[in-house]
């Protein structure tokens, strides 16, 4: 047997403030940046690196005539095999004429035990 202590890579846990679904390593909540201080009392919030090695953003616009469109924000993420790991409509709305909307998304990777 070996002793494992550490948290595991990948695994998630809701966030006590806004609900959202969160890696269990995270020292604060990515999306309503409370500090999440359980367990270990000599975590420090600044010390976990994070690379974004994944950033986009584009503005989908209206074409200026006709109706109001309606959008969904689809997020798919798929393992080295093309498998289907987790699918997730992360929003809808509509855009009128003159209107326009940017959608951003980030992938953020970190180790679950901090620096080495
Ligand atoms: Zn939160």
Avoid: W
């Amino acid at each position: 047997m070996k002793p494992s202590r550490g948290p595991v890579a990948g695994e998630s846990r809701t966030c006590p403030h806004c609900k959202a679904t969160i890696l269990k390593s995270a020292v604060s909540c990515p999306l309503c940046q409370h500090v999440l201080r359980f367990g270990s009392a000599g975590a420090d919030p600044g010390s976990s690196p994070t690379t974004c090695p994944l950033a986009v953003q584009a503005t989908v616009q209206h074409a200026g005539t006709g109706d109001a469109l309606e959008y969904s924000v689809l997020m798919e993420v798929h393992d080295e095999t093309g498998k289907l790991i987790s699918r997730h409509a992360v929003g809808v709305g509509a855009i009128n004429r003159t209107e326009k909307r940017t959608f951003s998304v980030r992938v953020e990777l970190s180790s679950p035990v901090g620096p080495l």
